[in-house]
Each structure stands twice: as C-alpha cells, then as structure tokens.
C-alpha cells in the first residue's frame, strides 16, 4: 500500500522558516519526479516545487523562488522529500501536498494532473 504523509506544518509567524516532511513507503519511487502542492482556503490546488528522481533538477513557482528549497532522500525501503521555507508571509498559509509522478517520464515541470499519488497535507499557517 502506497502511503505519502506529511508532516512539520504548523502555526508560524511572518519571517518565520519551517521544514516540512513527507514520508514515502510502500512502493519506490526513486526514479520518479517527486513535488509539493498546496492549496489556500476558497483556492485551486498550486503548484509549489519539484525535483526530478536524480535530485539534480528542480523547478519552483515563482511566488516561493528564492525562498523555498525542495529536497529528497531516496532511501533503499523509505522515501522522504522534503521543502524548506524561508521568509514566511501571509500568502504562503495553505494545506501542503506531497505528491509522486503519475510515471518516470514526467519530469519536473508537469502540472497536478501528472501526479498519481498524493498526501493528506499538513497545514501551514503564517501569522502578522
């Protein structure tokens, strides 16, 4: 059974920094594009970052370019992707989603709809 759970979102206050986690088990998915999504009260699901298989590419949305590094370890039996922010402000407050790609030949510039698994999300909330 395929499970994704994130973990580390929490109720911070603007300029803040916070990791969050997401644990990946029960299938492998070392060769697949891995990303985080979030989506803010009465909004669509948003694209946030990704990372290829490799680690070695990455894309960002604009809104979080230059504050926000995504990350993976690709263990042998557990998988962990992570996303480190900076520079917290009010517009980043959302439900985060980690996801894994839909195949191995999406890569880090595909939209939701590439993406075939997916977390409960964790909730982040930025404070004045």
């Known amino acids: 059974q395929v499970q994704l759970v994130e973990s580390g979102g929490r109720l911070v206050q603007a300029g803040d920094s916070l990791r969050l986690s997401c644990t990946v088990s029960?299938?492998?998915?070392?060769?697949?594009?891995m990303g985080w999504f979030r989506q803010a009260p009465g909004k669509g699901r948003e694209f946030v970052a990704a990372?290829?298989?490799?680690?070695?590419?990455?894309?960002?949305a604009d809104s979080v370019k230059g504050r926000v590094t995504i990350s993976r370890d690709n263990a042998e039996n557990t998988m962990y992707l992570y996303l480190h922010m900076n520079s917290l402000n009010l517009e980043d407050t959302a439900v985060y989603y980690c996801?894994?790609?839909?195949?191995?030949?999406?890569?880090?510039?595909?939209?939701?709809?590439?993406?075939?698994?997916w977390g409960q999300g964790t909730q982040v909330t930025v404070s004045a």
């Open positions: 029960g299938r492998s998915f070392s060769v697949y594009t």
């Open positions: 996801a894994a790609a839909r195949t191995a030949r999406v890569d880090v510039r595909a939209g939701w709809y590439e993406y075939g698994y």
């Open positions: 990372i290829s298989s490799s680690g070695g590419t990455t894309n960002y």
